[in-house]
Structure formats: structure tokens, C-alpha cells
């Protein structure tokens, strides 16, 4: 047996949903170390191995976080406060409470109990997806959620709290390992309006059913019209057992379209699923018009697409720098002296790759500290205003599935300037005193006159064919625009 460690966070990227739905078959077109998860070299040497291997795979270790109740895990210490475990979790819960009030959280999840369950549920979904892609493929013999309870600074990773109080994700997984399970996975969670997405059905029986049994499908639309497929039969055999594809034929109404799955028998529900797509409205974005200047890019007639020097520097005109690690030096320079000049600046997701990048920004004292984003058996949670920034989009809590495409891989440690958008997690080792972690997503930074738009979504590759893609970035390019006149130039 072929025996796999490995951590994806949540929400789980559609490419790694594939990769652990057929992991065990060597020489897949999934390049999972660019997704940064492991080492070329050290999936390499498992793509070799599974060349010549015909056996099962297990996952000994696969999870992702959500928060406990850090006022429930302290009040469980008593009077035994001077425990080391205790002063940690009171460290903890302590760093959350002003973290949340210096952001003014409040305003996005009303408290921060509320927040807490918003990571509950992000771990729920999360870890459900991901056992969900294991139980649909034939190759894994079995798994080990990581972990059963909380310890010490692993105040996310757990099923169970320190005191083994379940956190919600403990009765989701319940679904999973009954006897019957369904299973719903859309292609895509996010489509354009008038668009047809495909819902994967699976049946996965741990045993055999006794006959006679069927799956009723139900689809509803964003208004709440609901239509009724013609009900499937439910194969009896032990096993996984593919039901095919539904076809969902979104309409020119935004919002979202709910699938769900029943196995029943005599009018009782043994198993039940469901499924949501989001879908939005094509819309234009305006890349290479009169107010917005694609940097360091070739415009259609030749020219570099740079601001000329007497040009005015009101801000009300963007420069974007879509892709940070395509600038040379001089593009950079160039660039940055325009900001400081007065001029207003995008610049698109970087990576620990990007060292001219980070350099040229902290020679002029904008130190920008990466960080990965994506959470692993612990989580980091991606919090989104109710805002125009997002205007039009699931805004007001967490980052969903819905922002699976283009979250950040990398965040950034807070530079001082307005954050837009931010994450969490907190300190994950006994080198550094117990806090909370704070980075920003999207920040609006001053340099001299002029202001830079750090944005580490993942939108400017994917604004094409995504439509919440499409749709932030169209709502930063307007944000750009008016943020110099909104803040009085200052």
C-alpha cells in the first residue's frame, strides 16, 4: 500500500478535487507542485512509482481547520489558569477579540462568535469535499481525518475541541460514512448566465442495498421554481457506482441554482446530497481603454501602453500591472516613479518567486511579506466585506467555494494601508508568542502621491472565464479610479 500525506485547504481547488479523486494513476496532466503542494522532485518520484504500481492508496493524513470556541476552550481550564496550555488559549483568545475590533469586523460578522462559526462551516464544506473525492475513487482503500481533537496552538484542526465538545464538521462527516452516501460535484461552482454546468452523481454503498431503491433528483433555480428529473434507480452493488451527469441549464437570472440528491425506499430517505452554482452575468472589464494602462504590455499598435510624462496625474487613471513577475527592472522603476508622481497603481498577485518585485517595493519602504493562504489541517480564512469592492458577489463573511478559483495563493503581511479585503490564522508554532495572524488580501497603499492596489486574488488569468473573476476585477478597476477623489487626494 502506497501511503499519502497531503493537505489542500479549503476550499479545495477544482484541480485538486481531480487529483485526489484519481490519485493512484501515474502520469495525470495535474501539475499539483504548481499549486504549491509538494516538492517537483518529491512528486516526481511518487508519479514513478505508480507507473509500475497496481495496488491501493492510502491517505494517512488529510483535514482542514475551523476555529473553536476559544471563550468555551479557557472557560474549561477553571482555576488551572496557570497551565501553560491555558495561558496559550487565553493568549489566543485574547489576540482574536482585538484583532476583530481593530478591523471593525463587527460590521462583516456582527461578533466574533459569529466569526467562529463561519470557520466551523468553512471546515465543514471543506473536509466534506475532500473525503468526498477519496470515497469516489477506487484506488484509495481508506484515510485518516487529521485530527480528531484540538491541542495546544491546533486550536482548528480538530473534529472535536480540546474538552472533545464536537465542532459542527464531527456530525457533517456522519453523511459520509453511512452505509449509502450520494455524492453531487458540479464542473464548476461559478458560471456565466445561460451557460449549462454539469453535476456529477455518484452513489458510493458501503453496503447492498436491498433493491428497488431509487435516486430522485430535484433542481432548483434562483427564484425558487423547482423541477423534478425523472427518478434514477439505485444500482444495489457494493461500491461506486457513477450515475452519470446533470445537466444544469442556468437562465439570464443571477443567483443561485441548488441541485440535491434522495435515495429513498418506501418513502424513506436512506441518503441525501446537494449541490449550489453561482451564476452571474457576462460583463466587460475596461482593460486597454482611455482610463486604464496595461504596464509593461504591448498595446495593439505597437506602443508600450505608458502613461506619457505631462500627462495628468489626478489619479482618476489606472496603470495595471496584471502580472508582477513579467515586469523588468525598468518597467518596475518606471512604474513606481509614476506612483509617487501621483498616479494610481494595480498590481497582480506575487509569489516568493518575485524577489525583483519585492525588492524594488522595499527599497522604497513598502515591504511586502508573502504568505501561503491556502490553510492546510489548520485553516486561513479569507474574510469579505460587504462592500463595493464586491459589489454584486457573495460578499459579507467568508470567501466560499464560489472563490475557489481565485483566492489567494499568497498573502500578505498587513503594509499600513487600507485593507480591503484580509485573512486569519494565527501563530502555529511555540518559536513565536501566541497570536492571532493578520494579513491582507487586497490593500490600498500610499506611495508619495499616489496609491498602489496590492491585489493577491487570483483574477487578472482568470477574468476571461470566470465571471466572478470578471466581475472583481471590474469592481477594483472602478474602486482605482475613484479612490484618490474619495480620499480627498491624501
Known amino acids: 500500500i502506497q501511503d499519502l500525506h497531503i493537505y ?39 508519479n514513478r512509482e505508480l507507473r509500475s504500481y497496481r495496488g491501493s492508496v492510502f491517505v494517512s ?44 469586523l463587527g460590521r462583516i460578522f456582527g461578533s466574533v462568535g459569529d466569526l467562529i462559526r463561519a470557520t466551523q462551516a468553512a471546515q465543514s464544506a471543506g473536509l466534506t469535499r475532500q473525503i468526498e473525492a477519496l470515497l469516489v475513487n477506487p484506488r484509495v482503500s481508506g484515510y485518516i481525518v487529521t485530527q480528531l481533537n484540538d491541542v495546544a496552538w491546533e486550536f482548528h484542526a480538530g473534529l472535536l475541541d480540546h474538552w472533545r465538545n464536537p ?11 453511512r452505509p449509502h452516501c450520494l455524492i453531487l460535484k458540479a464542473a464548476t461552482p461559478v458560471v456565466t448566465c ?13 453496503d447492498l442495498l436491498r433493491g428497488g431503491e431509487q435516486v430522485r433528483v430535484t433542481v432548483v433555480d434562483p427564484a425558487g421554481n423547482e423541477a423534478e428529473m425523472s427518478p434514477l434507480a439505485a444500482p444495489p452493488v457494493v461500491g461506486i457506482n457513477e450515475l452519470g451527469v446533470i445537466p444544469i441549464q442556468t437562465g439570464q437570472t443571477e443567483g443561485e441554482y ?45 506602443e508600450d501602453g505608458r502613461p506619457e510624462p505631462g500627462e495628468r496625474a489626478d489619479g482618476s487613471r489606472v496603470v495595471l500591472a496584471a502580472n508582477p513577475a513579467s515586469l523588468t527592472e525598468g518597467e518596475w522603476d518606471q512604474l513606481l516613479a509614476r506612483v509617487e508622481a501621483g498616479w494610481t497603481a494595480i498590481v ?13 517595493l522595499n527599497r522604497r519602504g513598502i515591504d511586502v ?16 466585506p460587504d462592500s463595493d ?59 508619495g502621491q499616489g496609491v498602489i492596489f496590492f491585489c493577491q486574488y487570483r483574477i487578472f488569468e482568470k477574468a476571461e472565464a470566470n465571471p466572478l473573476a470578471t466581475r472583481l476585477l471590474r469592481n477594483l478597476i472602478q474602486l482605482a479610479k475613484t479612490y484618490q477623489r474619495r480620499s480627498g487626494g491624501r
Open 8 to 46: 489542500v485547504g479549503a476550499p479545495i481547488p477544482p484541480a485538486m478535487y481531480e487529483w485526489m479523486r484519481t490519485l493512484g494513476i501515474s502520469d495525470l496532466p495535474i501539475d499539483v507542485s504548481a499549486h504549491d503542494f509538494g516538492s517537483r522532485a518529491m512528486l516526481e518520484e511518487w
Open 61 to 104: 493524513e488529510l483535514g482542514c481547520g475551523g476555529m473553536a470556541d476559544l471563550d468555551e476552550v479557557v472557560a474549561g481550564f477553571g482555576d488551572q489558569m496557570h497551565l501553560r496550555d491555558a495561558r496559550e488559549m487565553k493568549a489566543f483568545r485574547d489576540s482574536l477579540y482585538e484583532g476583530f475590533q481593530a478591523r471593525g
Open 167 to 177: 465542532k459542527p464538521v464531527y456530525h457533517a462527516l456522519k453523511r459520509l460514512h
Open 194 to 206: 445561460g451557460d449549462c454546468v454539469d453535476v456529477a452523481l455518484t452513489l458510493v454503498n458501503q
Open 258 to 302: 441548488g441541485v440535491s440528491a434522495q435515495l429513498v425506499r418506501d418513502g424513506m430517505t436512506l441518503a441525501e446530497s446537494s449541490e449550489w452554482i453561482l451564476s452571474l452575468s457576462a460583463i466587460d472589464v475596461p482593460v486597454d481603454s482611455a482610463d486604464v494602462v496595461n504596464w509593461g504590455t504591448q498595446g495593439k499598435d505597437g
Open 348 to 360: 497582480g498577485p506575487m509569489t516568493y518567486r518575485d524577489d525583483l518585485a519585492l525588492r524594488l
Open 369 to 384: 511579506q508573502l504568505h501561503l493562504g491556502i490553510g492546510n489541517w489548520m485553516g486561513c480564512f479569507h474574510w469579505v
Open 389 to 447: 469592492l464586491f459589489a454584486g458577489l457573495p460578499a459579507g463573511g467568508l470567501a466560499g467555494e464560489a472563490y475557489v478559483d481565485v483566492l489567494p495563493w499568497y498573502v500578505m503581511t498587513e503594509l499600513g494601508g487600507q485593507v480591503l479585503a484580509g485573512s486569519i490564522r494565527n501563530t502555529q508554532t511555540r518559536r513565536e508568542p501566541p497570536a492571532m495572524l493578520w494579513y491582507s488580501d487586497i490593500e490600498a497603499v500610499r506611495l
